[in-house]
């Protein structure tokens, strides 16, 4: 009875109702929610994963958490929120939050903490857990996306997740690059009607017409300032944090 209950939603429209957005993705990411907490409890990292960063933020990074506000504001304004409904467009933000706890979790908390216990450097840290991010989004492929569509999701991933990395050092915390991410994620889904669709022109609208061509600087901000990416964490825990410019 439930599997078929489930089923009803897990074929409809995402954004057709409360229960569509539950089962398609709301309930899958609490799971690994859960997962993902308890793992790090287990391995004692849950602490350090939420303390200040062990390492100083130079005022250039601000740039990064800067540029992926922009579109998220953009889309706020741009966004038929009647549309949905507010119970669906509620449900929708509520889940983003949780998207970015867990994606953040995982790429620019747990991953970076081991490249950095591996002895690596900031930029491979940067580099490596944004490459990690993005190349789970080439499963789309698996779920029937076209790769016109995957190729570029894959690369705008990559720069977005050097951009949360430089949110995450520029706040000094992981919640700062969970907020930023969680506010992206829905804004998205409720401009594009769906998961993963990065479009760079056509829109309803003047706002979210701009946000899709932002797209394209974004992209191109994220891979530059990964150049200018410097600094190491010396050891499991680094000298109290710095200031720098």
Not at 164 to 179: E, H, P, Q, V
């Amino acid at each position: 009875m439930l599997s078929r209950f489930a089923g009803h939603y897990l074929h409809d429209n995402l954004l057709s109702s409360v229960g569509s957005v539950f089962f398609q993705i709301t309930g899958p990411l609490l799971v690994g929610a859960a997962a993902l907490l308890a793992f790090s409890s287990y391995l004692g990292w849950t602490r350090e994963l939420f303390d200040r960063q062990p390492i100083y933020r130079s005022r250039w990074m601000w740039t990064g958490p800067v540029i992926v506000i922009i579109p998220v504001v953009l889309r706020i304004f741009g966004i038929d929120w009647g549309q949905y409904g507010f119970a669906v467009a509620a449900s929708v933000l509520g889940t983003g939050m949780l998207i970015g706890f867990v994606e953040e979790l995982t790429y620019r908390g747990i991953a970076v903490k081991m490249l950095r216990d591996g002895g690596h450097g900031e930029w491979v840290v940067a580099a490596l857990s944004s490459l990690l991010f993005a190349l789970t989004h080439s499963l789309n492929l698996l779920s029937g996306q076209s790769i016109k569509v995957v190729g570029p999701t894959v690369l705008y991933t990559f720069a977005f997740g050097v951009l949360m990395y430089l949110t995450l050092r520029s706040t000094g915390f992981l919640a700062g690059a969970m907020i930023l991410h969680g506010l992206t994620d829905p804004t998205t889904i409720l401009a594009t009607g769906g998961i993963d669709e990065v479009k760079t022109g056509e829109a309803s609208n003047s706002w979210l017409t701009g946000a899709g061509m932002f797209t394209a600087v974004l992209i191109l901000a994220g891979c530059v300032l990964l150049i200018f990416i410097r600094g190491r964490v010396q050891g499991r825990r680094a000298a109290a944090p710095v200031e720098a410019d």
